[in-house]
């Protein structure tokens, strides 16, 4: 049997918030809180999806 890769829906959420606080700042210093509000949504979604994979043996 051939385990797949986890995925966890609440590291999405919490990594798309998490994400554009932290991208907010960012882009502020730079210059675009919007766009630092978007790129790091995107970023802290996409590492928390597959960093926090959450227990193996859950049904």
């Not at 798309?16 to 919007?34: I, T």
């Amino acid at each position: 049997m051939k385990r797949r890769p986890h995925r966890n829906p609440r590291g999405l959420f919490l990594g798309a918030v998490l994400g554009a606080v932290a991208g907010y700042f960012v882009g502020r210093v730079m210059g675009n809180g919007a766009m630092g509000i978007i790129l790091g949504a995107l970023a802290g979604s996409a590492l928390l999806y597959r960093v926090n994979p959450g227990p193996w043996n859950r049904r």
